[in-house]
C-alpha cells in the first residue's frame, strides 16, 4: 500500500518554466511534508517543507502548495533551469518516520 | 546547517563477505538515526530505525539477522550486511534527525555492488 502518492512520474519542462509535482496522501497522522532533490548517485537533499498548519510556502523558487481537506500538496518550480534537473520525492512523515513518494525525473531544456 | 557523513561512497565486494556502512552526524547530537535502500529508478524505501543505546526498529520484511544495525553513541549509527548476495546491491543512504527543526538531514549514500 503505497501512503504517498506523487506524480508525474516524470517532467519535461522548457528553460524558465514552472514545473509542478503533485502528491497525495492517506493518513491525517502525517504532520510534516517535505520535498527532496536527488541527484544520481547522492542521497536527497531538502528543498522546503511544510506543516499542515499553513496553506503555503516560499522559499525562493520553490513554492509549496498544501490542501489539508484534499490531503493534497504540490512543488511549484517557478523559472526552471537546465540545473534543476533532477528527481524530487514528495515526503510526509508521522511518529519520527519519513514515506516517500514514487519521485518524479525532471529534465529541465536549455 | 547539520552535516550527516556516510562512509564508504561505494563499495564493492565478494558475494558471502560482509560489509560495513558508518553513518556519521558531524555537528550535532542524532539519538535516532534511519537507514533506507535505495533501488535504480526508485524510490527510497526505509529500512530501519536506529536509536542510540538500544535496539534498531525493522521494517517489515527487512531481515534483522542480515542487516545488523548498531547506534553506539549519538553521533554513529552503522549498517552491516552480512553474508551478501548480488540481490543485496542498491543505494544505501542513512538520515538523521537534527540540526534545523524537525529536519532530516541524509548522507550521500553508498552504493553496494556484490559480485
Known amino acids: 500500500q503505497q501512503q504517498v502518492k506523487q506524480s508525474p512520474q516524470s517532467l519535461i519542462v522548457q528553460k524558465g518554466g514552472i514545473s509542478i509535482i503533485n502528491c497525495a496522501y492517506e493518513?491525517?497522522?502525517?504532520?510534516?511534508f517535505p520535498w527532496y532533490q536527488q541527484f544520481p548517485g547522492k542521497g536527497p537533499a531538502l528543498l522546503i517543507a511544510?506543516?499542515?498548519?499553513?496553506s503555503e510556502k516560499k522559499e525562493g523558487r520553490f513554492t509549496i502548495s498544501f490542501n489539508k481537506s484534499a490531503k493534497q500538496f504540490s512543488l511549484h518550480i517557478m523559472d526552471s533551469q537546465p540545473g534543476d534537473s533532477a528527481t524530487y520525492f514528495c515526503?510526509?512523515?508521522?511518529?519520527?518516520?519519513?514515506?516517500f513518494g514514487q519521485g518524479t525525473e525532471l529534465s529541465v531544456k536549455p | 546547517g547539520a552535516v550527516v557523513s556516510q562512509h564508504p561512497s561505494r563499495v564493492i565486494c565478494k558475494s558471502g563477505t560482509s560489509v560495513k556502512i558508518e553513518c556519521r552526524s558531524l555537528?550535532?547530537?542524532?539519538?535516532?538515526m534511519f537507514w533506507y535502500r535505495q533501488f535504480p529508478k526508485q524510490s527510497l524505501m526505509l529500512m530501519a530505525t536506529s536509536n542510540e543505546g538500544s535496539k534498531a526498529t525493522y521494517e517489515q520484511g527487512v531481515e534483522k539477522d542480515k542487516f545488523l544495525i548498531n547506534h553506539a553513541s549519538l553521533t554513529l549509527s552503522t549498517l552491516t550486511v552480512t553474508s551478501a548476495h548480488p540481490e543485496d546491491s542498491s543505494f544505501y543512504i542513512c538520515?538523521?534527525?537534527?540540526?534545523?527543526?524537525?529536519?532530516?538531514?541524509f548522507g550521500s549514500g553508498t552504493r553496494l555492488t556484490v559480485v
Open positions: 511544510i506543516r499542515p498548519d499553513v
Open positions: 493518513n491525517t497522522a502525517f504532520d510534516y
Open positions: 515526503a510526509a512523515a508521522k511518529g519520527g518516520k519519513l514515506i
Open positions: 538520515s538523521a534527525r537534527g540540526g534545523a527543526s524537525y529536519g532530516y538531514t
Open positions: 555537528d550535532f547530537q542524532a539519538t535516532t
